[in-house]
């Protein structure tokens, strides 16, 4: 095959996608509700993340307390494939759904979200930590010396100082997220990966691409979309140089 | 204002105890300053009196009150803290670093302001400073900063811990000079602390030489430490100048002046003559009446009068309350080798190195 013939190939397939993206975006199994169901779990873990893991790791982070639980955690979640914790947490929700009034189905969301959950502790809890630990111990001596009690300390000092470290690890965590809701298709759930799943499934190979496509998209717009969020965020004052210190992203 | 009594401190795993039964008393308005070899407690001694450090045992009181009976956060808001390297927060503008109290103790935003205001210009920032954050200034201004928000809701009482320990020797002079000159005006008590013997002889009413363990060595007015060092160990950590070192305590108006080889513009040459051989000089001042016109060589005297005589003027001058330090370097660096005093434009008198010198036999 000559390379004119290629680029004729390449140039009818973009076409098919862009078309493919004209025709699929509607009703309950178009991109659009995708994008919805994909946003919905990817949301509900990170936050449900951060609910659990910056009090935790605020406190023990301003107490010196913890620092093995850190670590042990950061190991334990960089070992942790998210597709094991997928399949480990099905029986688990299954169950759930079955003997308790929790959850209705123990497919779809509820392992998804505990597998992204569980995705999302570890960077999130150890930037936090690690920030909290890195903020300047004159700082914190001088605040206690004013009478700050420790709880303001930590929400009105400790925290803002180290803002730039633990947004740089919600913003490296929710890029993860987005990026690994796609498994969730294998569970059951929607999302950006029943594209994928049921592509490779019925050899749609226009489908399986365009999944692929609507993932990364919105892996970068979330990248971006907190990267912004950061600016706007981080106390003038602070040195945004500090983003150096980022604990680097954990392997899915 | 503030009593320690018999306060030992043991940290945890520690060999021996940090601070061991230390007594000390500081009046209301007096800089006392605790300095000492590193480890012999008097950080300890200072964080111990705002809690950051709780005593084993032994009693601490501020104004009378036990200071275990007020909560650590309440008792802090009371006394002012500054520390060596200032730990103001990076986040806040230094207007927001100087309202930290106020703010905590629920001032109106009016009355913050104003404050916030007037201790700028107390530590002489300039008001631009206000909406600048920590990082935009030098390390002397961040200094000033720091003691500005440790001033900020008037305590009457400050700790200081090794505030001027960062900035450069030159800096240090001058915020040493401005705490003062701060200290003339506030009249706060103040619990300085430094490793520098030299800062605790500029700074305190009264210094506490503390040995390891924390054991009070000496306590006293720094002329009187100087004069008399209780024992070998604080003759050794004044170091080997003593006696420069107590010039700068000491004020010209402490020591007797001397006339001088003045003699009257109505003199005679030979009465100016017979006065420069009692002083044993070769110069001789002009007075007319009680005011001092400036001196003249021995040489200049020509024929019988003083009258066609210009006489030069006194380049050197130390006023009533200059330090001896100030005097004695006017003194060997004039080439009449005796500075005249002033009390304000009137001249009081001479001195003369070898009264100096006298003063500090005594």
Known sequence: ?252 | MIRLENVTKVFPGGSGPAVHQLSLDVAEGEIVVLVGPSGCGKTTTLKMINRLVEPTSGRITVAGEDIMAIPAHELRRRVGYVIQQIGLFPHRTIAENIATVPRLLGWERTRIDDRVGELIRLVDLEPGMRNRYPRELSGGQRQRAGVARALAADPPVMLMDEPFGAVDPIVRGRLQDELLDLQRRVHKTIVFVTHDIDEAIKLGDRVAILNIGGIVEQYAPPAVILRDPANAFVKAFLGSHRGIKRLSLIPVGEVPLEDGPMVDRSATARDARACMDRYGVDWFGILDGKELVGWAWASDLDGDSLAHIDPKPFEARVSLDASLREALDTIITSRTRVAPVFDGGRFVGTITAEGISRELAK
């Open chain 1, 1 to 252: 095959m000559d390379g004119q013939a290629n680029r004729g190939l390449l140039m009818e397939f973009l076409g098919d996608l862009l078309q493919w993206f004209g025709e699929n975006w509607s009703g309950e199994t178009g991109w659009l509700a995708r994008t919805g169901e994909h946003l919905r779990v990817s949301g509900a873990a990170l936050i449900a993340a951060m609910a659990v893991a910056l009090p935790l790791a605020g406190w023990l982070g301003h107490t010196g307390r913890g620092g093995l639980l850190a670590v042990s955690v950061i190991n334990i979640g960089r070992a942790l494939p998210s597709f094991g914790i997928i399949a480990l947490a099905l029986p688990f929700t299954i169950w759930l759904a079955r003997s308790t009034p929790l959850i209705d189905s123990g497919l779809g969301f509820a392992p998804t979200f505990i597998a992204l959950f569980l995705l999302a502790l570890p960077p999130i809890f150890t930037n936090t930590y690690a920030g909290i630990r890195g903020v300047d111990a004159d700082v914190v001596e001088a605040a206690r010396g004013m009478g700050i009690t420790e709880r303001r300390l930590v929400l009105d000092v400790e925290m803002p100082i180290a803002s730039p470290v633990i947004l740089t690890g919600i913003r490296v965590t929710a890029v993860q997220v987005v990026a690994t809701a796609t498994l969730g298709a294998l569970v059951g759930y929607g999302g950006y990966g029943r594209f994928i799943v049921d592509g490779l499934a019925i050899q749609d190979r226009l489908q399986l691409v365009a999944g692929a496509i609507l993932v990364a998209v919105l892996s970068i717009l979330t990248e971006i979309g907190f990267s912004a969020l950061e600016r706007f965020v981080v106390p003038a004052g602070i040195s945004r140089r500090r983003r150096a210190d980022v604990v680097p992203p954990v392997a899915v």
